[in-house]
Every structure is written in C-alpha cells, then in structure tokens.
C-alpha cells in the first residue's frame, strides 16, 4: 500500500501567494495552486477548506512573521510607543520582494472583506494603546501613519523612493519618535 501524499502547507502558501502576486486575486484558484503545486484540489481543500481560509493563513502566516520582526527589534512585551518603533523598523528594513508580497496580502484583503475586521484588530491590538493626550503617543500615531502611507506608496508602486531617501525617511521616523522633529 502506498503512503499517502503529504502537502506542505508552507510551500502551498509560498504557491498562493506567488499566484495573487503573478495573477492577481482572481488568479487565486483552489484549482491553480494544486496545479501548481502539484497536488490534487481535494488535497488543497483537505488541508485549507476553502479559497478564503486559503486567504486566511496566508495572512495569519504574513502577521506572525511580521509580529516575529517587531519582537526581534523591541522585544517580547514592548509599550504601544516601542511597537511603532519595532513597526518602523521593520517597515523601513522591508526590500522590494517584501513590499511586494505585502501589496498581494493587500489584495487578498480586499478581495476577502471578512478578513479586514482580523486587520483592524491586529493594528488596534498592537498600537490601541497609543495615548494620543501624550506628546510621545501623539508622535508615535503621526510615526505609524506616516511609515504606513510610505509603505503603501512603495509597495503599489506609486511612489519611487531613492535608497537614499528611504533611510532618510526612517533617521527622521526614528527621531520623531526619540526626541520630535
């Protein structure tokens, strides 16, 4: 008897995310990423369910790296104001492949509407404690917005930033949230 094929949830994410990045969200099939990766649409719904549970650890998986990123950079339990430090380090140490992948998981989101309440969440879980009647929260809120609208530019390739005029962005994000402008 021959034993069972076994899919790689990791490589089927790296294939849906390729597809949303090759195709576009409506090139997101359950029937393009088994064909992709080789296994039966059975097999890729017994593992994920459906297009939008697809969707769904796709952007789990992208959150917990992300999280993983601040963590390194601030630490385990770090203060609202820290976490949109660790978020700017991370945004501003992002390469090209990075805001790419960033702007599909975008795409999906829309795509997907019920999964932007779980995005909502996460941003109201990491920097909801930002006290904006604090001069430090008011500088870390205008901090995360403004690292948020660069990336957004960036990754959808609306804005073209300079190497130079990125990290000059982020010594000015760094000394907003040190000591203001």
Same mark, same amino acid.
């Given at each position: 008897?021959?034993?069972?094929?076994?899919?790689?949830?990791n490589r089927v994410?790296?294939?849906?995310?390729?597809?949303?990045?090759? !195709?576009?969200?409506?090139?997101?099939?359950?029937?393009? $990423?088994?064909?992709?990766?080789?296994?039966?649409?059975?097999? $890729?719904?017994?593992?994920?369910?459906?297009?939008?549970?697809?969707?769904?650890?796709?952007?789990?998986?992208?959150?917990?790296?992300?999280?993983?990123?601040?963590?390194?950079?601030?630490?385990?339990?770090?203060?609202? $104001?820290?976490?949109?430090?660790?978020? $700017?380090?991370?945004?501003?140490?992002?390469?090209?492949?990075?805001?790419?992948?960033?702007?599909?998981?975008?795409?999906?989101?829309?795509?997907?509407?019920?999964?932007?309440?779980?995005?909502? !969440?996460w941003y109201d879980?990491?920097?909801?404690?930002?006290?904006?009647?604090?001069?430090?929260?008011?500088?870390?809120?205008?901090?995360?917005?403004?690292?948020?609208?660069?990336?957004?530019?960036?990754?959808?390739?609306?804005?073209?930033?300079?190497?130079?005029?990125?990290?000059?962005?982020?010594?000015?994000?760094?000394?907003?949230?040190?000591?203001?402008?």
């Amino acid at each position: 008897m021959g034993r069972l094929p076994t899919i790689d949830r990791n490589r089927v994410l790296d294939i849906a995310e390729s597809l949303v990045l090759t !195709a576009g969200t409506g090139g997101l099939t359950m029937d393009a $990423v088994a064909k992709a990766a080789g296994v039966s649409k059975g097999g $890729v719904q017994s593992r994920f369910g459906s297009k939008d549970e697809l969707i769904a650890a796709m952007i789990e998986r992208w959150a917990c790296e992300y999280d993983a990123q601040i963590t390194a950079a601030v630490g385990p339990a770090p203060t609202p $104001v820290e976490a949109v430090r660790g978020h $700017v380090e991370a945004t501003m140490a992002m390469d090209a492949a990075g805001h790419a992948r960033a702007a599909g998981m975008m795409a999906a989101l829309i795509e997907a509407k019920r999964h932007i309440d779980s995005t909502k !969440a996460w941003y109201d879980e990491r920097f909801g404690g930002l006290a904006p009647c604090s001069t430090e929260g008011r500088r870390a809120r205008i901090a995360l917005l403004a690292t948020e609208g660069a990336f957004l530019l960036r990754a959808f390739g609306f804005m073209d930033f300079r190497d130079e005029d990125w990290s000059g962005l982020e010594r000015d994000l760094r000394a907003l949230l040190d000591e203001g402008l």
